[in-house]
């Protein structure tokens, strides 16, 4: 969430901030809100107010001047009922005002370019080379059927559509895919790996903004948790209400997780293939970090990903989000994208963001610069290294042949036993 301090010192930011991002916002009653919940935050006074005449009330009657005592008592009673109200009304504020809170979006990076849609983002490079081929390439759910390594109808049958089942060599490669990942980030990178679990409670949703923006896409339990979205929501709060010594940061994490996205409104978009699943495979990135590292940091991560991507020789760019099209959270968004060859257009396969102190300030993740200093919010980021599914769709769609057969990539066959390629069934 954002500084009170900014909305009360500076609201024409947060307002500059409201119109490049074309967010319909009421910032006015949240500055109203606010003014009114400092008022009311000096029951204080009137609380030593009273203290100070309930004293007086003893002394009086202990003097004889039963009169005044009296005079006395009714105004602290007075008071009382002045106390009462203002509690109250500042609990209504608070609540009105911090519900408020937690709608209001983060504030872009300085250099995150303005723009209204996806049609303004800039890409800033290209990265792997085409390949050419003398056959009309095939989409990957078409690949995967004929393959008998992606089945849809069975899934469907299982659970319901919007569900996929990896078969076969199928199960094997995406498995190698993750594989790949988390040793690279982990033994290249220098990330952390950790196994979180796949459940997590409101305040953890709230700590990474999911809640209460995203509430209709998420799928909740009959005990109040729900399944994560992405691992981003467990990791962001490993350190939930902590406070870090300086020589701690930056800490890296990555995790391998299942990911439960209910896609709420999306009917008819992706409705084939990987792309847009219930449940899904995902590595993710994580970092904490000081202030003033943050830059740097998540360029870093940026590269960390493009890593996988380069080591399985797809063709990617990376595009930077604009105002218009950038997420509730993030102040600032890089896209790497793959091209799909069978698509014939580019895909997201990982979304790297930084938040600032957004997401710190809702999970109380604090740091000290000096062992006797106080405490400081920590920046975030993360993103997808990689997003497994749709870097298996990459793969099957950019590395088929022409008789529908699809050649391994170098990287991932010593995880596959040695394979070479995924043949076409021989019946």
């Known amino acids: 969430m954002i500084d009170h301090r900014i909305i009360r010192e500076t609201p024409e930011v947060v307002r500059a901030a409201l119109r490049q991002r074309h967010f319909d916002y009421d910032l006015d009653r949240l500055i109203e809100l606010e003014a009114r919940r400092r008022e009311l935050l000096q029951v204080e006074n009137l609380r030593a107010e009273k203290n ?37 009304e500042l609990e209504q504020v608070v609540a009105e005002f911090e519900a408020m809170l937690l709608e209001l979006p983060n504030i872009p990076h300085a250099e995150v370019p303005e723009g209204e849609s996806d049609a303004d983002n800039p890409v800033l490079y290209e990265r792997g080379e085409v390949r050419s081929s003398d056959f009309a390439p095939r989409t990957h759910w078409e690949l995967g059927e004929a393959l008998g390594i992606l089945d849809f109808e069975r899934a469907a049958k299982i659970a319901s559509s919007r569900f996929v089942m990896d078969v076969g060599l199928g199960a094997t490669m995406e498995r190698a895919l993750i594989n790949l990942m988390l040793d690279t980030h982990t033994r290249r990178h220098g990330y952390t790996e950790v196994m979180p679990p796949y459940l997590a409670n409101t305040r953890s949703l709230i700590g990474t903004a999911t809640l209460p923006k995203f509430e209709e896409d998420q799928f909740k339990t009959r005990e109040g948790l729900y399944l994560i979205p992405t691992a981003e929501v467990p990791l962001t709060n490993i350190h939930q209400d902590e406070i870090l010594a300086a020589d701690e940061l930056p800490k890296y994490y990555t995790a391998y997780t299942a990911s439960f996205r209910r896609e709420a409104g999306s009917a008819g978009q992706e409705s084939r293939g990987l792309i847009r699943l219930h449940q899904f495979n995902k590595v993710e990135l994580m ?46 968004t890089y896209d790497l994208e793959v091209w799909m060859p069978g698509m014939d257009r580019w895909v997201e396969i990982s979304s790297c963001s930084q938040y600032g102190e957004f997401q710190a300030r809702r999970c109380n993740t604090r740091y000290r610069p000096e062992p006797e200093a106080a405490p400081r919010f920590v920046h975030t980021m993360n993103g997808s290294g990689l997003a497994a599914g749709r870097t298996l769709a990459a793969v099957l769609e950019s590395y088929q042949q022409a008789d529908g057969s699809v050649a391994v990539p170098d990287a991932l066959r010593p995880y596959m036993g040695g394979a070479v390629e995924i043949p076409m069934p021989t019946t």
């Open 52 to 88: 100070r005449l309930s004293e007086q009330i003893g002394q009086a009657y202990r003097a004889g001047e039963r009169e005044r005592a009296e005079e006395l008592k009714a105004q602290v009673a007075g008071i009382s009922r002045q106390i009462d109200e203002q509690e109250a």
């Open 287 to 332: 970092k904490f970090v000081a202030p003033g590292s943050a830059d740097d940091e998540l360029e870093k991560l940026v590269l960390n990903a493009e890593a996988i991507l380069q080591a399985l020789e797809l063709r990617y760019r990376r595009v930077v989000l604009c105002t218009g099209d950038m997420g509730f959270q993030p102040e600032r």
